[in-house]
């Protein structure tokens, strides 16, 4: 082993690399991939243990001591989960409070109540882009499939009509929008403004959306003419409620944390001045700590009194809505790891080195690194973390806004073509009651749909920005 892979590894400088260093670094990160990916498709391991003995893999191909490999995972787990640990545990309670109050039931039915016809899919389009803010992607589907299911089958719409349109939503805002785990996590690993790349993320989710939802559902329904499946239509959680929150105070609890970090960004573009108070109150309350605090806060007494419940219902709220996210916290800790071994093994500068030669784009370089990795794994979060760890040196000599882009690159291609070694994918089919051939028609090209529109519209943006 050369004597630069075990030096690279320690985290106290940047060395030079040479091109044996640079052929022996690009053969373990292949390495290291290819352990990842046979792991969680093969042996059907859990993403933390196939990321973890990956990150090992890693330092281990490189040359480098093992104890230097593990001080470097454990680093970049602790770190990464320090980071978005709690912005991702203020998101769940948020998402359940939402859901078992009934506020989301109240969203969907009211705007239910006004759109019709022709208006339908857009509608389905606002109510899951908007529900599906703070909750992440299967949440927001096991929230939504009720709805759609009641609405294509009493309002006698194609099931594809109405469903692409929320599946578009919600994977739009689980790619793109913070505070959902994938956009933070790149964010913290980027050194990304959050609320540029938040005002960006919106800019790019808006026509994105549309193309892959309303538009593109005219096209599915046609492809795929599936009747709605009468053994998915359970309860929805408003059902044994006596009372529920009122549309008005649930829309604005949902959007108080958005506004907040909009308000920051808006006001360092207006006052770049660290010692006004002005702009220190807001770098304050628009931090994503403090904003998603605020909403959880404001939710308990918005949405859990109206709803009836009682301190110990809340509490009980709480604690549930903590449990499933135990899960998403090590995959990303370990994606987190896997990111500071990449970088202390110098693979990162690696990347820089070489992609200096190239007349590839930074961002359009991004993408299609997390393209690849969400088609090898499956995962928009692993395919997120490991790519925002391979580009983040690309960002040191980048603006505020080009980081941003680079963060939204990175999101548009971690959701590119999600196929049959992605949860999401079979969920979907088994909600809808698809064949393997009709998910592939209908999910896995609106997804491939949402990638390709985003990165080309964050490639345009970086164009006049």
């Given amino acids: 082993m050369t004597r630069l892979s075990v030096e690279v590894l320690a985290a106290d400088a940047v060395q030079p690399i040479t091109s044996a260093g640079r052929a022996q670094l690009g053969i373990a990160v292949l390495a ?15 993403a933390f243990l196939a990321l973890t003995i990956g990150s090992l893999a890693l330092g281990a191909f490189a040359g480098a001591p093992l104890d230097k490999a593990i001080v470097s995972f454990t680093t970049g787990l602790g770190s990464t989960v320090a980071g978005v640990g709690v912005l991702i545990a203020l998101g769940a309670i948020l998402g359940k409070l939402l859901a078992d109050s009934g506020g989301a039931d109240q969203i969907v039915d009211t705007i239910l109540a006004k759109a019709g016809g022709r208006a339908m899919p857009w509608a ?20 939504l499939i009720p709805v759609v299911l009641m609405v294509a089958k009493r309002g006698n719409y194609s099931l594809m009509r109405i469903g692409i349109p929320a599946l578009a939503g ?6 793109l929008v913070p505070p959902h785990p994938g956009p933070l996590v790149a964010i913290d690993a980027v050194g990304a ?12 989710a808006i026509p994105t959306v549309i ?17 709605v499946p009468d053994r998915m239509l359970p309860p929805r959680a ?23 970090m909009l308000s920051k960004a808006l006001v360092d573009l207006v006052i770049d001045d660290p010692a006004n108070t002005t702009q220190r109150v807001f770098d304050v309350i628009g931090s994503p700590l403090i904003a998603l605090l605020a909403a959880v806060i404001v939710a308990m007494f918005t949405l859990g009194r109206p709803a009836g419940f009682t301190k110990a219902r809340l509490s009980q709220t709480v604690e549930k809505g903590l449990m499933p996210i135990a899960g998403i916290l090590l995959i990303v800790g370990a994606g987190g790891g896997f990111k500071q071994t990449l970088i202390d ?39 997120t973390v490991s790519a925002a760890g391979l580009v983040a040196p ?9 980081a941003a882009l680079l963060v939204l690159a990175i999101g548009a291609g971690s959701l590119f073509f999600s196929h049959v070694n992605d949860a999401g994918f079979w969920l979907v089919k088994e909600y809808f009651g698809l064949s393997v051939g009709q998910t592939i028609k209908t999910w896995s090209i609106m997804e491939t749909i949402i990638s390709v529109v985003a990165g080309a519209l964050v490639l345009l943006l970086s164009l006049v920005v």
């Fill in 32 to 46: 290291a991939f290819a352990v990842i990916i046979l792991l969680i498709t093969q042996f059907k391991l859990h």
């Fill in 124 to 143: 389905m389009v606002l109510i899951a882009s908007v529900v599906g803010l703070p909750l992440f992607f299967e949440v927001g589907i096991v929230l």
């Fill in 170 to 175: 919600l994977s739009v805002m689980h790619g």
């Fill in 193 to 204: 403004n959050l609320g540029v790349t938040l005002a960006f993320g919106v800019l790019v």
């Fill in 211 to 227: 193309v892959a939802g309303p538009l593109f559902s005219k096209v599915a329904a046609r492809w795929v003419d599936a009747p």
């Fill in 238 to 260: 408003s059902e044994e409620l006596k009372n529920r929150p009122g549309f008005l105070p649930t829309l604005a609890t949902v959007l108080l944390p958005v506004v907040l």
């Fill in 345 to 383: 093994s110098g693979v990162g500068q690696m990347i820089l080195d070489v992609s200096k030669d190239w007349s590839i784009p930074a961002l359009l370089l991004a993408w299609l690194i997390a393209v690849a990795i969400r088609l090898a794994t499956g995962s928009a979060t692993v395919a």
């Fill in 394 to 402: 690309l960002a040191a000599d980048m603006s505020t806004t080009h």
